[in-house]
């Protein structure tokens, strides 16, 4: 499952969005179980260390691709988590420091 942090609507709380969410993995996923984040910065930022430290010691896999244009770099992060509230910790963590990024 991939949430569209950045879709969200200008008239939904976080809190809203992050409550259907947990409801959403809680009933499409057996937990614990594997996750695929997507983020995508910008290749001037200067965050991707931070991105990718939010996400270690949990044995992810990131994979890195270039946009055609060169402006952008998308990451894609499989981790095994434990549970939908870990999920969106992680999620919140990252918009918490990253400031240029897009979550998919």
Do not use: C, H
């Not at 930022?45 to 949990?58: A, T, Y």
């Not at 990451?75 to 919140?92: A, G, H, M, T």
């Amino acid at each position: 499952m991939l949430a569209r942090i950045r879709n969200m609507s200008s008239t939904q709380k976080p809190e809203e969005f992050y409550k259907k969410l947990k409801e959403q993995l809680e009933a499409d996923t057996k937990w614990p179980s594997l996750y695929l984040y997507k983020f995508i910065l910008p290749t001037t930022s200067s965050q991707e260390k931070d991105l990718v430290s939010i996400f270690d010691g949990l044995g992810a896999v990131i994979k890195t691709n270039l946009s055609k244009t060169g402006k952008y770099k998308s990451y894609s992060i499989k981790v095994k988590l434990k549970s939908p509230d870990i999920v969106i910790e992680k999620y919140k963590e990252v918009g918490n420091k990253i400031t240029d990024v897009i979550s998919l």
